[in-house]
């Protein structure tokens, strides 16, 4: 994860270079929320996946550049006052508090951009039908039937009434498809089939639920120092989450067996894939 960050860091440091003009501020924001802090979790699982074909991994780390700028670019948005309204982020001041709002919404825009001219690049593949499904699969998980869609159902969920269904079927939009999308992108760079991604795709979507029931529990018991952001935010705002609906114990229960079920999704593969099972288990073990 650290080789990662780091490399992700790099990447986008190079593509992010300020230039001589009155653009200045924007590249700053971008730069702001896109380089330093933050897990990397996503690369990684893109790494990992591509690491199952045996991509190369300077291309695998262009796509993985490419979701983590489609994730911070909704953590810009999600931390707007029209939305989240949060002053932290990653241990620092959200973007909107560092600049101003309008710049935050023109480096969420841009680095949502950025994401699909890197996936566009002959530099990601050199196979254009390639790139054209990396670009759409990215679109997909980003737009209304994935991460926006579920972001529009957790703005209402402060006012509704959710039973776990409800909740589950929010974050496996909002969590869930980008996830989802790290573990298609590596079997698309491999050229697996669609048919050849039901295994990938089980684990995207456990691992994802384990992964959101921990932060979960991170909002009820963790600490602003270690996640870098406010907690105690759902109780206050009266939402519904996987802890407040099944408790504290059950909660952590159930993402154990998701956790056990997305491993078993990885049975096919050797020791290629277990990179892909330390991370399960970071999911839920994590401190921040």
């Keep these: 994860m650290a080789r990662v960050q780091r490399e992700v860091d790099a990447f986008l440091d190079g593509v992010l270079e300020i230039p001589p003009d009155p653009r200045v501020p924007l590249y700053e924001a971008m730069r702001?929320?896109?380089?330093?802090g933050g897990k990397r979790l996503r690369p990684l699982l893109v790494v990992a996946a591509c690491a199952l074909f045996h991509t190369d991994r300077s291309r695998a780390m262009r796509v993985g550049a490419a979701v983590e700028c489609v994730h911070v670019y909704s953590l810009i948005h999600d931390d707007l006052p029209a939305m989240d309204d949060d002053d932290i982020r990653r241990g620092k001041p959200t973007v909107h508090r560092a600049f101003d709002e309008a710049t935050a919404i023109l480096a969420g825009d841009s680095?949502?951009?950025?994401?699909?001219e890197i996936l566009a690049d002959d530099a990601t593949h050199e196979d254009p039908f390639v790139r054209t499904e990396l670009v759409r699969e990215l679109a997909r998980a980003a737009g209304p039937a994935g991460m926006a869609g579920g972001q529009m159902m957790d703005l209402g969920a402060a006012t509704a009434s959710l039973d776990i269904s409800a909740v589950t079927r929010l974050q496996q939009l909002k969590t869930g498809a980008l996830i989802g999308?790290?573990?298609?992108?590596?079997?698309?760079?491999?050229r697996v089939p669609?048919?050849?991604?039901?295994?990938?795709?089980?684990?995207?979507?456990?691992?994802?639920?384990?992964?959101?029931i921990a932060d979960d529990l991170l909002d009820e018991e963790g600490?602003?120092?270690?996640?870098?952001?406010?907690?105690g935010k759902d109780r206050a705002r009266g939402k519904e989450t996987f802890v407040s609906l099944l408790g504290r114990e059950r909660a952590r229960q159930q993402a154990?067996?998701?956790?056990?079920?997305?491993?078993?999704?990885?049975a096919r593969y050797g020791v290629e894939a277990d990179l892909l099972r330390e991370i399960a288990r970071f999911a839920i073990d994590r401190d921040h």
């Design 32 to 36: 702001h929320a896109a380089i330093g």
């Design 111 to 116: 680095l949502h951009a950025l994401a699909f």
């Design 194 to 212: 669609p048919e050849g991604r039901t295994p990938l795709r089980g684990y995207a979507r456990d691992v994802g639920l384990a992964f959101q």
């Design 181 to 190: 999308f790290c573990l298609d992108a590596g079997a698309i760079m491999g």
């Design 223 to 231: 600490s602003e120092a270690k996640t870098g952001k406010r907690v």
């Design 256 to 266: 154990e067996l998701l956790v056990g079920q997305a491993v078993e999704y990885l």
